[in-house]
């Protein structure tokens, strides 16, 4: 629904194939559209344990298809979305910034120059936000980059919660 100062916003699921025509230049031999992601607070990290973990679950044949269930997609800010005037199901994005995403991005970027055929079939959750007011901006930069550190010892995956819910449950 319109908001104020939100004309038009969107959750769409979109291949990699669909993906990479907003974040690689001249498509085939290009290189990722570094300036997407000038207003995300984080540029790609390296050596990072997370990264490793998409990239194994992109390599992983039985993983990949649940990717779009298993990573949280990106996030992009633009000034304007127009919808296709024949095409219904195709838009254009003025001036979009991928605020939230940047290692989902560069990971599958890294992954498709390898595995290009598979990359193009991996689905992804994109939330699109149509807006021009600046401090709105500002505020939804923040609040999509904004987390709670999570201690990888989670319960509902700990082992014994595990087998203690077995016990109880069946």
Known sequence: AEKPDIPVSFVSILSFSELKKVIVSDEGNGFLREKLFVENVRSKIENSTVNDEILATLNDDSKRPYFLYMN?????????????????NKFYIKHPRIINGCQTSHILYDYYLSNPEEADKVEVMAKIISTTNPDLKKDIIYATNNQNYIDKDLEILNMFHSKLDEYFIG
């Open 72 to 88: 949280n997609g990106i996030t992009i800010l633009c000034e304007r979305v127009k919808r296709h005037e024949v095409s219904r």
